[in-house]
Each structure stands twice: as C-alpha cells, then as structure tokens.
C-alpha cells in the first residue's frame, strides 16, 4: 500500500484496488497484533508464512501454561518461548514486556531452571522494560538482578538462588513487586534491595528468609521510594524512611530476638509521609495504643491515618493519655479512620486524645 | 456535505484556488464526490496536512483515490469527534456498531493512508476484537490471506501450539 502523496484518480470507479489488509506492510499488521491478547495473536502463526516473523516481532511475550497437561505439551511451549525470544526477525526490535506464568507440574527443578535462565539472558539482551514471573518449584538465577533496563519486577512464588557471590545491579528498576517469595538469608533480600537506587513503589507479602538473623551485610536504604506495601519483620522499616504512603500489616508482635527484633521494628523519622496504613494481624497478643502513638511522633507531616485493630485480640485497657502530643497532630492530620473500633476505654481514650490534639481533623470515622 | 463535481475534478488537484476560500479544504473521494471539511480536520489527517504544508497552503482540493464516498464520512466524524475532545467509549461503541466487518477493513485501510493515528488505533482493537477467539480458518477469511502452508506444516504446527489452544468461538459467518 503505498503511503505516498495521492494522486488523481485515474479513473471514477470505486477505487478498492483490491488491496486488503493483509498487502499492508507487516509493521501495520504487528500494530492490529498488539491489541491482540497474546494467547490469541500466537495463533496468526499459523494464517500463513508471512505471518510467522509478524507474530515473532511482538513487543510483548505473556506465556501461561494454564493448559500445559503433558509433557510433551511443555516441550512445545519451551520451543515456541526459544524461538520467539532467539527469532532472527526480533533480535534488534525491543521486548517491552516479559511475563511467565508456571504453576504446572511438568516443571523440573533441576533442569528447567536452565531453561528460564537462558530466557531471562535473552530477556536482558531484547532490553525487557517490565517482566512478570510465576515460578512453582522452579529455583531462580540470581542473574535477574543484574538487568540494567528492567523498570518494574514482579516475582511470585519465587526461590531466588542464594544471592551470597552474585551482585545485583538494577539501575532502572521503579517497581519491585514480591510475594511469596523466599531468600537464603535476610542479607540477600537487602543486597537486592541496596541494588534498586531508583526504586519508588515496592510491595512485599510472604517475603521469607530461611535466616533472619540480624543483617550483617552493607545495607543502603530506599531513599527515592514513594509508595511502600511491606509487612512486619520482612522489611525494615528503616529501609523505606523516606516513602509518602506507607502500609504496613502484621502489626502486634514481637520476636524472641531482641536485636532482630528491633532491626526490623525501629521506626525511623518518617519526614515525607501523609498516609500510613496500619494493620495489625490476628494473633496480636494484646492491642497497645501506645505502640501507634510512638510511631505518630515519628511522622510529623502525616495527614491520613487508616488503623485496622485486630478484631480477636484484647486492647490494653488501661492506656493512659502521653504526656506530649505528636507533631502531626498538631500540624497536618486530616483523616483518621478506626477499624474494628471497640465500645471500651482504652479506645474511646485514644479517640477522645485524637480529637482533642488533631486541630486540623476533618474527619474520623 | 456532499456535491456532485463536474469532469474537470480530475484536473483539480492542481487548480488555484482563490484565498478567501481557503478557509475550507475540498477532500475529494476515489468516487469523485467532494467534501468540504473545515482545516482543522484536514490537521488530523497526516496526509492531506503534508499535502497542504508542501505547497504552502495554495492547494486546498485533495483527491484521496483510494477513499470511496461511503467511507469518508465516518473518517470526518471521527476526525471531528476527536477534535471536540469528544472520543468516548460510548460514541466509539456507537460508531462501530454501525460497520460491518468490510466497512471496518475498508476504514482500517482509509485510517492507515490518511495516517490518522487514533483512528487507527481505535480500528486495530476493533479489528483484534473481531478476530479474537475465531477459528484459524475464520481470520484467513477475513484478512483474505491464502494458506501457504503443507497440511503437513501445518498440522504440525499445530500440534506445537496445541498449548495455545483453549477453544474458539463458533465462527459467526460474516454479515455481507
């Protein structure tokens, strides 16, 4: 189809030419691809020839093996996955996006991990910007984090490889998304986050660590995050200090260990954050307001407050009101909201204490 | 909006047109019927606009010979929409109900010689959904494209993308 100035009409017939959309340039037809879900664009493979090196040029690859029953089944989606991430006709065109989801038995531990090491070698060498994966049983190279183009990582159901002689270097990485994913020791998880310098949103849950004695290593905190989503004990609060929004769940216990104990509980000088999110978990031993109000002093510019008190676990009754009142209260807290608020004193005390310091309080529900 | 031209259009491409009626710029369809579009149309219109900005605004009758009368209306609503701010999920729902499965081919092949980005963008979902959970067979129908595979090739590649394969809709046969 030419793109070209028009010209006059040579003739006054309807002018169809008979071109169709297939005699488009195969830029244009990879253009109706992309909106194509990539379950259902794989499948203009087999329209015709031309159509192969069409499908292979997409800038996005989502593979789930939802319906990968046998194995013969996961050879085949291992061959399609080699020839599209190796094909001749994308080698130089960027991935943007880079997402696999395992859950299928078929997978083998020892040798498929070899197998998604290759694709995340090629991931890096096709310049992936985003990549998404979902590894049941399958270990991880720690070679992933190493991915200078990488801005937002999603892992779950992860097993990274030991972390302990391999570095990490994500220059780009805003997005760090984890969940259920669990590393050799708690100075491998630091490493990988001291390797994010550029991180804004990092969202945690079912983070383990098969050691979580107390960090030893170099640890470097967050200092460009925004938003942060973590649970207690699997990051420490100091490694995010500096988010705006910050949420927080598994609030109301300790650990044995003091000293791993307050690695993870010091609660930092919050100086950037307005909304904090608390939530504390169901086998709270006993619900103490004056573990929220140490916090609250830490946080002289917040402005929500959003609690969720565990519902089966008792409230100290007998809090007494502090002697000095946080900064915040004074200077910035517009909302609070109680959840699972009970008809007793420590809690009517602590809601009565809100309203009386809060002076710019517009709402507290 | 649309006059019938006399037999010199065909030399109109060139003609001068006199400055007070540049306000308006002629699109003339394959079919030679004209229609008068105000300029900022034809800005959403890569084509037409280079056309105009290559001969510094003199020419201001366009023939576009591969866009029928038929189709060029939807091509200037559209344009106008988008121009008013007013491209929303309803009016896109609404516009496309009314194209049949050439009609919107047809557009798709207008939008793309025009170069009009949004228009053929909104085509390509359109497309995709239409060809979406269809029968292998149903697409080749519908783009017009003539199996070059072996029954051998292609039954082995389809045994390689069996993992694929979560079902098809019934195809629907095309309405023309």
Redesign the interface.
């Known amino acids: ?1 030419e ?1 070209l ?6 003739s ?6 008979e ?4 005699d ?1 340039p195969d830029e ?1 037809l990879s ?7 990539t ?2 664009a ?10 192969i090196p069409i499908c292979h040029s997409r800038s996005a690859l989502h593979i789930d ?4 029953n046998s194995a013969e ?2 050879i ?2 291992v ?2 996955v080699d020839a599209f991430m190796f094909s001749p006709h994308s080698q130089h065109l960027p991935l943007k996006s880079f997402s696999i989801n395992c859950r299928s038995q078929q997978w083998d531990a020892k040798t498929d991990r070899f197998t998604f090491d290759k694709w995340i070698e090629a991931a890096k060498l096709r310049r992936v910007l985003r990549i998404y994966l979902y590894l049941l049983d399958v270990p991880l190279s720690p070679t992933i984090f190493c991915f200078k183009t990488l801005v937002s990582l999603t892992l779950v159901k992860i097993q990274p490889d030991t972390l302990f002689d391999s570095s990490v270097d994500l220059p780009s990485l805003k997005s760090l998304c984890l969940n259920d994913v669990r590393f050799h020791h708690i100075d491998h998880f630091m490493k990988l986050l001291s390797g994010c310098p550029v991180l804004e949103r990092l969202s945690t849950m079912f983070v383990k660590v098969n050691d979580r004695a107390t960090a030893k290593g170099y640890f470097k905190p967050l200092s460009k995050l925004i938003i942060a989503g973590i649970v207690l004990f699997e990051v420490p609060f100091k490694a995010v200090y500096n988010v705006q929004h910050l949420n927080v769940s598994g609030l109301g216990h300790d650990l044995i260990s003091k000293e791993t104990n307050s690695f993870y509980k010091d609660f930092p000088v919050f100086e950037n954050l307005t909304v904090l999110n608390l939530c504390w978990s169901n086998n709270t031993q006993i619900h103490d307001w004056d573990e929220l109000v140490k916090m609250l002093q830490n946080c002289p510019k917040l402005q929500s407050l959003y609690i969720i008190k565990a519902k089966s676990a008792p409230t100290k009754e007998d809090w007494k009101y502090p002697y000095h009142v946080p900064q915040c209260l004074l200077s910035h807290l517009i909302t609070c909201n109680i959840r699972d608020y009970e008809a007793i004193e420590a809690d009517f005390r602590f809601a009565t204490y809100i309203l009386q310091n809060a002076r710019y309080l517009q709402m507290l529900d | 909006m649309a006059e019938e031209v006399s037999s010199q259009m065909n030399s109109l491409s060139i003609s001068e047109t006199n400055p007070s009626s540049s306000a308006t710029i002629s699109l003339v369809s394959g079919d030679d019927i004209v229609f008068k579009v105000e300029p900022t149309i034809a800005k959403e219109m890569e084509t037409v606009q280079s056309f105009i900005d290559e001969t510094d605004g003199k020419i201001t009758t366009i023939p576009l010979p591969n866009i029928s009368s038929h189709d060029l209306p939807y091509v200037i609503e559209y344009c106008e929409k988008s121009i008013a701010g007013k491209i929303t999920k309803e009016f896109e729902a609404e516009f496309v109900k009314k194209l049949n499965n050439e009609e919107v081919k047809e557009l798709f092949l207008a939008a793309n010689y025009l170069n009009i980005k949004k228009l053929l963008d909104f085509l390509s979902q359109v497309i995709a959904d239409r060809i979406a959970n269809k029968s292998v067979e149903y697409v080749r129908r519908y783009f017009g494209i003539e199996n070059d595979f072996t029954p051998e090739e292609e039954a082995k590649l389809r045994e390689e993308l069996a993992w694929t394969f979560t079902g098809v809709d019934p195809d629907d046969e095309d309405e023309n």
Request: glycine residues 0%; aromatic residues 8%.
């Open positions: 189809m793109n100035l028009p010209h006059p009409p040579h006054k017939k309807r002018p169809q030419s071109s169709s959309i297939h488009l244009i253009h109706i691809l992309s909106f194509l879900p379950k259902h794989f499948k203009t493979i087999l329209l015709s020839k031309k159509w093996d939802i319906i990968v089944n996961k085949h989606l061959r399609f």
